[in-house]
């Protein structure tokens, strides 16, 4: 079956990493996503991994691909307030469909 | 342009209503999609329109009626809808089907209530 599992809650100080984990079913999978979405806000794609890498970096994002265990973690380096939001795990299904997980509600400690 | 742009933002809506909510995409993007999301919940994919035709339907009542009248154009039509329809309904666009690029450009979400 499709399901993508997240922790529901991140609490961080600011300035601090924050780490978001994910783990999901299709191991066939082309595409991994890291999802954000702000209060009252649609989403906005942050990054993507493709299933053949195992670690992505951009800017202060590091995502980092465990096939293996099915497992997808997101790195924020230098946690800002900016950053705090829903984040969602997603994977493409099949190759046809994109499957959200719960989302991991981010919140930023001064 | 970069931007999904949906309409109404709002919409408050009786059980006996007939209305209907509108996106557009000027992105030259060939598929578009509708999902429902509810308060503290991942969106859930109703549709998806590749190529002008449906080629998903995630098993949605057919209280909801989507229609994509051109390539930048999606709509879903709304009739007779129960209070628990109440969400906000999110569209979106990626520049092929799903499982391609990957990335869905997401419009801000129409919210809707239905009493």
């Known amino acids: 079956g499709e399901d993508v599992e997240q922790s529901l809650f991140l609490s961080v100080r600011e300035g601090d990493s924050s780490v978001i984990n994910c783990t999901y079913t299709d191991s066939s999978s082309t595409y991994l996503y890291w999802y954000k979405q702000e209060p009252g806000a649609g989403l906005q794609l942050l990054t993507y991994i493709f299933s053949n890498m195992d670690m992505k970096q951009d800017q202060r994002l590091t995502v980092l691909l465990n096939k293996k265990d099915k497992h997808l973690s997101l790195r924020i380096a230098d946690t800002q307030t900016g950053d705090s939001a829903i984040y969602f795990c997603?994977?493409?299904?099949?190759?046809?469909?994109?499957?959200f997980g719960k989302g991991t509600r981010l919140h930023i400690l001064p | 342009d970069t931007e999904v742009t949906q309409t109404p933002k709002h919409l408050v809506m009786g059980m006996t209503n007939k209305k209907s909510l509108k996106c557009e995409q000027h992105?030259?993007?060939?598929?578009m999609y509708w999902y429902k999301q509810k308060a503290k919940k991942p969106p859930e994919l109703m549709f998806v329109y590749s190529y002008e035709k449906l080629s998903i339907n995630e098993s949605v009542p057919s209280r909801f009626s989507p229609e994509c009248p051109n390539s930048s154009l999606l709509n879903l039509h709304l009739h007779a809808l129960q209070p628990e329809d109440s969400a906000l309904y999110l569209c979106a666009s990626s520049q092929d089907a799903a499982g391609y690029t990957g990335e869905l450009f997401f419009g801000e979400g129409s919210r809707l209530t239905v009493l």
């Open positions: 997603a994977e493409t299904y099949r190759d046809d469909k994109i499957i």
């Open positions: 992105m030259g993007h060939r598929a």
